[in-house]
Structure formats: C-alpha cells, structure tokens
C-alpha cells in the first residue's frame, strides 16, 4: 500500500535516487486500513505532502533517535520521538523494526500512519471567514 501511496503521489523516482540519502518511517500495510485511500488518492498533493511527512533528508539509524528529539520531515511537519518502555514511537506511530538499510539509506517500519496535531484555530479573521455569519465584520 506504501508502494501504491508513492507511485500516485509521483515519489517513487524520489525515493529510489541513488545519490539521495533518506530515513523513511514506513506504514505497514495495515496501517491504512482506517485511511480512506480513496481521499487519499483523489488529493495527489495531499498525499505527496502525507509521505514525505514520513521521510527525513538524511540517514538516521535508531541509535540516532533520542527520547524527546523534535525533527522537521521532508514534508515540513514536526515530529516528536519518544523512547520509552522498550518502545520507540515517532508522534503516535510506534517503531516495530529499526535500521532496514537500503543503498540510499534506511527504513524504520511503524505500525501506523503518523499523525500531526491540526494546527490551532488560527486568527479571528481566520475564524470569522471560516464561520462565514461575520461579513459587516470582516
């Protein structure tokens, strides 16, 4: 299912160049099970964007993670590591098998698709638009 994921979101030229170095922390595939992939595919730029949100820019094997480490993905969101218990987990996603080497770089499988904490309510314009009932205020 990742391997579908990356060939409709045009990234598997991306992920297979030889001179990239990447970490990718790949969904098993029962991890879409609750994704509606149909979505999914219907929005290829949200998508694209939902992968490389699971990719860093550099090879980071599991003795490079630290407890509380904060890094940026490819797709410009945070994620947050967590290493306790026995258990390394990268947001809500728990790591289930660590340092998967490949010619350009390695794979941490996780047991489910990352998930990214929405954004904040924003602004009050933000909100008032979004509300669409505040037209003499805006």
Do not use: C, R, Y
Not at 6 to 23: F, I, K, Q, S, W
Not at 110 to 133: K, L, M, Q, Y
Request: aromatic share 2%; proline share 3%; net charge negative.
């Amino acid at each position: 299912t990742l391997l579908a994921a990356a060939t409709a979101a045009g990234l598997v030229e991306t992920l297979n160049n030889p001179d990239a170095t990447l970490t990718v922390f790949a969904p098993v595939d029962t991890a879409f099970e609750g994704v509606d992939v149909n979505a999914l595919l219907a929005d290829t730029e949200g998508l694209k964007t939902l992968l490389l949100n699971h990719v860093l820019l550099s090879e980071v094997l599991s003795t490079g993670l630290s407890d509380g480490q904060v890094v940026t993905m490819a797709g410009g969101s945070d994620v947050t590591v967590m290493i306790g218990d026995g258990k390394v987990m990268i947001n809500n996603a728990e790591v289930v098998t660590v340092d998967v080497m490949a010619s350009n770089g390695v794979i941490h499988i996780i047991d489910s698709v990352i998930s990214f904490e929405p954004e904040g309510p924003g602004t009050v314009v933000d909100v008032a638009t979004d509300a669409g009932v505040f037209g003499t205020l805006l």
